[in-house]
């Protein structure tokens, strides 16, 4: 059930030092290619990282110990000349690819994987070690392996009561 498949992904930050096989790699990114996107314009390019010297180099934007260590790391990238804007202007490029990393992430559960969602680095360091084009930037890093141990960290989650208004907004206060 997919509640089962949701409740179980949580931010993996212990890596085994197993590779990850490149079919499950495959599968993990066809799920994220078939995500919705705004008009259907799926604005987003990923990029696999397994070789270890540029995964050294893509590191240094998010100095972290933790994911120095992952075997892969996917490289969630927008592109702004394709994504679709709205009247306002709004571009909707972060959220088709949020939609994207976050089918991503639910798929590498489904095949025994682990993910962390990184958006804290230096995107320009990115941008210009993987030599992107202009209009493609970098939103996420996902370091994706298999797990070190069996420890799952206990998820806080708000009660749905808190998140969930019916007909119109309750306030909380």
């Not at 993990?28 to 259907?40: D, F």
Request: with cysteine.
């Amino acid at each position: 059930m997919f509640l089962d498949l949701a409740a179980k992904r949580f931010s993996l930050r212990r890596f085994s030092d197993r590779p990850v096989e490149k079919e499950k790699i495959l599968r993990i990114v066809e799920v994220a290619r078939l995500a919705p996107s705004a008009v259907n314009y799926q604005p987003w390019h990923f990029i696999v990282l397994t070789d270890d010297e540029i995964k050294a180099r893509i590191a240094e934007s998010y100095p972290r110990d933790w994911f120095s260590k992952a075997p892969a790391v996917i490289v969630a990238c927008g592109d702004h000349n394709t994504s679709w804007k709205r009247r306002d202007g709004k571009d909707h490029c972060d959220l088709d690819v949020a939609i994207a990393v976050d089918h991503l992430t639910l798929a590498a559960v489904g095949e025994g994987l682990g993910t962390c969602w990184v958006c804290a680095f230096d995107a320009k360091h990115v941008h210009r070690i993987l030599n992107l084009p202009v209009h493609l930037e970098p939103v996420a890093l996902v370091p994706l392996g298999y797990a070190q141990d069996d420890i799952v960290p206990v998820k806080k989650r708000k009660d749905l009561d808190e998140l969930v208004s019916w007909n119109h907004y309750n306030s909380r206060e």
